[in-house]
């Protein structure tokens, strides 16, 4: 009977194997997500610069703010970690077709920011991210909302329990982000719709190289 070490042992050499195997597209869905970085990161410098305006919101106008700064950042953190932790540990072979389609919706946020100037509502309840993160925190990076669309692209990568995991993460923090007023009723219902269109021409390109994308 095989024990704990030598179960260890045979799906390290099993995930060696695939990461070795797949190494190029890793190392190439790296170079894009660094890209996607930057360019988030420049979009939300040009729109805490810019003129907005500042849109009364049927649901905003009934709720909160409340304080949820705790879920807002440390809710948020969670669902991302586990988004990239999940194919690193346990399916090495799609690791570079979740960061590639996460680089496709944050460049696709990116375009959207810069094109739609809307202000962050000013009782918005004030939020910060821990470390380095501190520096990718915007004001006026509205439409779209981003915590409630990288989860459920959560939900549309991964199959069994944990998708709904990430389905529920998704709802729970489009709420959040409402109830602290940090984004209007518009930025959270247009990230599902948003999503799931990135989601496809993310598959339309990785799918000629890559046999595992889930149709």
């Known amino acids: 009977m095989a024990t704990a070490r ?6 390290f050499r099993e995930w060696r194997n695939e990461f070795f195997e797949y190494r190029y597209l890793i190392l190439l ?3 894009v997500v660094v890209i996607a970085t930057f360019l988030d990161y420049f979009s939300g410098v040009y729109v805490s610069t810019a003129k907005v305006a500042h849109v009364p919101d049927l649901i905003l106008d009934h709720i909160g703010p409340i304080d949820a700064s705790f879920s807002y950042t440390y809710g948020y953190l969670v669902l991302c970690i ?3 932790a999940y194919p690193l540990l346990f ?4 690791l570079h077709i979740v960061v590639s389609q996460f680089s496709f919706l944050v460049v696709l946020r990116a ?3 810069v094109f739609t100037h809307l202000g962050t509502p000013p009782d918005a309840i004030p939020v910060s991210f821990p470390w380095i993160l501190k520096g990718l925190n915007f004001q006026n990076d509205m439409f779209f909302s981003g915590h409630t669309a990288i989860p459920f692209l959560g939900f549309l990568l991964f199959k069994g329990r944990l998708r709904y995991f990430f389905l529920c993460g998704s709802i729970f923090m489009g709420i959040i982000v409402l109830v602290t007023h940090a984004h ?3 930025d959270v ?9 990135s989601y496809k021409i993310g598959n339309a390109v990785l799918a000629k190289t890559e046999p595992y994308i889930k149709k």
Not at 91 to 94: D, N, S
Not at 189 to 197: D, E, G, Q, R
Request: aromatic share 30%; with cysteine.
């Open 91 to 94: 399916h090495i072979r799609t």
């Open 189 to 197: 219902f247009s990230a599902f719709f948003i999503t799931y269109c």
């Open 82 to 84: 586990t988004l990239f």
């Open 29 to 31: 869905s790296l170079i």
């Open 6 to 11: 030598e179960y260890f042992n045979r799906g």
């Open 111 to 113: 375009v959207f920011l």
């Open 184 to 186: 209007y009723s518009i």
